[in-house]
């Protein structure tokens, strides 16, 4: 009569509720946690799911094991590393969401980039650039040299920090972007106006003209959320395919 509670959403639980508790203080930096026996009892669930459930808080460094002592509340606990858990990108509206916050990056890279941008990683972004075009013309989809190519824009700005968030919030949205890969091959309309998003993003930081740059990559990934919501639509009739991308509504 009724479903099975994932194991992983017990352990999640668990997991949750002891942040929870070193959060607001009740279990304070340094302080040792109960038992698994009592952990155990006191969630009423198997000491497997407390066991995996510490384990998850040890991995980002909340809580540490010392031998022979116990668990204890890390004295980092109070700083935790960003994450995103896969199952919230299941749908089409976290996958734009996440595509809005990847625009809000994006935007300041490529301004960034425009501003302190060498005449090596110019190379870099153009050999980038072009690596797109061959890729997709040997019949790959263009995934990874379009990833590539947004991080030899990041490499130009010179700020490792830049790199990290973007390869992090990339790999929650790989699956995304080979669906869009896969419509702008199948669409000649998407696929013209990535080829033309990415020159005037390009253009821009050559020029060395930031806020042209900043509205470039913002367009880019307006359009690119678009084409996302898009894909799954029939191709254009005829003659519509050649119509101008719509900018965003501000």
Sequence with gaps: MFQKVPARALTDTVAEQLLEKIDSGALARGDKLPTEAV????????????????????????????????????????????????????????????????RAIEAEVAAQAARGRSDASMVAIDAALARIDAEEAAGGDGVAADVAFHRAIAQATGNPYFLKTLAFLSQYLETAT???????????????????????????????????????????????????????QPDPAPGLADAPARGPVH
């Design 178 to 232: 080979r669906v869009t890969r896969t419509n702008e091959a199948r669409r000649a309309d998407f696929s013209r106006q990535v080829r033309e998003e990415h020159q005037a993003i390009v253009a821009a930081i050559r020029a060395g003209d930031p806020l042209a740059a900043r509205n470039a990559a913002q367009t880019h990934m307006y359009n690119a959320a678009r084409r996302l919501s898009q894909g799954s």
């Design 39 to 102: 952990l155990s009892e006191e969630f009423g669930v198997s000491r497997t799911v407390i066991r995996e459930a510490i384990a998850r808080l040890r991995h980002e460094g909340v809580v540490e094991s010392r031998q022979g002592s116990g668990v204890f509340v890390t004295e980092q606990a109070g700083i935790r590393p960003l994450r995103i858990d896969y199952t919230d990108t299941a749908t089409l509206e976290s996958v734009l969401q996440i595509v809005e916050l990847r």
